[in-house]
């Protein structure tokens, strides 16, 4: 897909948006398991994630939309906690079982909708089947 000429001259497309995640996407496990994978390929050790995380919502040239399209600013002071480390480690640094981490603590739905709403952002074709199964699902056959 090409940029149109306004687009093209600023060398990126100005309405490039990404929605929020939405507490729905963070109660389906199969969402979880994705996001905790792809967070997990990405090779980063507990400490860089942090780090990782301020500077690809810095760098992103979209806006983040909630569901009725209005900008929304992410607070990643929801990284800044003595234990992120071991919250980085368990969510990131570790490759999920598949009937691993089924829900997220009360306590860090913020923090992960946040965090998975950057991933989104900036591995936005990554992202797109997050959550999603085949219909016709054969495992159990």
């Known amino acids: 897909m090409g940029l149109c000429g306004n687009c ?11 929605k929020v995640v939405s507490p729905a996407e963070i109660r389906n496990p199969n969402f979880l398991h994705d996001v ?10 507990r400490d860089a994630w942090h780090e990782a995380l301020v500077n690809w919502l ?6 983040i939309i909630n569901a009725k399209g209005d900008p929304v600013d992410l607070d ?3 990284f800044e906690s003595e234990s992120i480390r071991d919250w980085f480690r368990d969510t990131c640094c570790t490759l999920p079982t598949p009937n691993g981490a089924r829900y997220v603590r009360v306590e860090a739905q913020r923090r992960f909708i946040v965090f998975a709403t950057i991933l989104r952002a900036t591995f936005p074709q990554e992202s797109l089947l997050w959550g999603v199964r085949a219909a016709n699902d054969n495992e159990n056959s």
């Open 76 to 78: 990643t002071s929801v």
């Open 58 to 63: 810095r760098d992103y040239r979209g806006l």
């Open 36 to 45: 905790r994978t792809f967070a997990f390929s990405v090779g980063l050790t």
């Open 8 to 18: 093209f001259l600023a060398g990126y497309c100005r309405k490039l948006n990404t």
